[in-house]
């Protein structure tokens, strides 16, 4: 018997995208509060290239599941960049600090153009969906304030579960709370968090707006691709 999976769904840059991401935050920061400063992208990039609590996914982060213990890690581990880009001490704690503000800012993030139509289509299709994904701890209000709330039965996001893909553990606790389905396909941008982690899980993965040609996945362009994409395969109800 065949069956349309449950679709677990990973955030930014599938969903939605923030222009530069965190370096690019790093970046605003350091233009607003110490303008002249000199430095570009390129500086900053290598250095935020690890230290986030989901570049040690084999790792699990119970001591991190409380808001302000998340925002402090990560505020420490910002004040050491603009650290070592060359701020004193404190000009790197009020850049810490705005990055801090405009990560859990929801107006930091857009939707793609075919977001909220797509994901529209598959809920009156009725496929089951839920959002996993590495993020804020202001993750759910984020999704909230962009509209997408109704369309998912729960937001998990790393800052909430303790865990981050592409552990194990991230996807069961996604599977768990969909109710353990037969069926279940992974929609992500990131290869190694949302597409071997899949695979790991025992889930089958699609990427999309990836770079990534690998044939161990799915592949859409655009979400508004991925309807037609389900509908033409099958799902056992063994998963």
């Not at 222009?19 to 900053?44: F, Q, Y």
């Not at 279940?184 to 889930?203: C, E, T």
Request: glycine share 6%.
């Amino acid at each position: 018997m065949n069956q349309r999976p449950a679709l677990i769904w990973d955030f930014d840059g599938t969903l939605a995208y923030q222009e530069g991401k965190w370096s690019g935050a790093m970046l605003a920061a350091m233009d607003e509060l110490a303008p002249g400063h000199g430095l570009t992208l390129k500086d900053v990039r290598p250095l935020m290239s690890s230290g986030f609590p989901w570049d040690e996914p084999e790792k699990l982060h119970p001591e991190l599941t409380d808001p302000q213990a998340w925002w402090a890690f990560l505020e420490a581990y910002l004040m050491r960049v603009a650290l070592a880009l060359g701020f004193n001490e404190d000009q790197a704690r009020r850049i810490a600090r705005q990055v801090h503000h405009v990560q859990a800012d929801s107006r930091s993030y857009h939707l793609f153009p075919d977001t909220r139509a797509t994901l529209d289509r598959l809920k009156s299709e009725g496929y089951r969906m839920i959002i996993l994904s590495n993020h804020v701890p202001e993750l759910p209000q984020i999704v909230c304030d962009l509209g997408l709330t109704d369309a998912f039965e729960a937001v998990l996001g790393s800052a909430q579960t303790a865990v981050e893909k592409p552990h194990p553990r991230a996807f069961a606790l996604a599977l768990e709370t969909l109710g353990n389905p037969a069926a279940a396909v992974m929609i992500g941008d990131n290869p190694i968090a949302d597409g071997h982690g899949a695979l790991q899980a025992g889930l089958q993965p699609l990427l999309v707006h990836s770079s990534d040609k690998s044939a161990l996945f799915w592949h859409c362009g655009q979400l508004c691709e991925i309807p037609a994409l389900l509908a033409s395969h099958s799902f056992s109800t063994e998963r």
